[in-house]
């Protein structure tokens, strides 16, 4: 059971590592397009779809996609990161607690 939730911990890392990387890649990329086109927002603009929509797309409208793929992956990452160090938080605990039972 040891071996087991220490595989899954291990695993789970990697996936986050991964997925950070993945998503760091895209968001940059998406970033390098709205700086080359000089496309200027707040984090609590890129932060709320609704304020994209209402205040940067409509100043932007030839940045729309790159602004809203930039938004999309960055809201993303950051949901997946949260789960994946929530879940490695809780396999860590309790490989813990089957540490001092054995």
Known sequence: MRL?????VCILFVAMLAVNLYFR?????AYRVLVQNEV?????QI????????????RYPH?????????NYLQL????TTVLMALITAFG???M???HEI
């Open 97 to 99: 607690w089957f540490r």
């Open 25 to 29: 890649a895209k968001v940059l990329r």
């Open 93 to 95: 605990g309790i490989l």
């Open 77 to 80: 990452s950051i949901k997946m």
């Open 40 to 44: 200027d927002f707040t984090p609590g």
């Open 4 to 8: 087991l939730l220490i595989t899954i």
């Open 47 to 58: 932060f709320s779809k609704l304020r994209v929509e209402d205040e940067i797309i409509p």
């Open 63 to 71: 940045s729309a996609e790159a602004i809203r793929n930039f938004s």
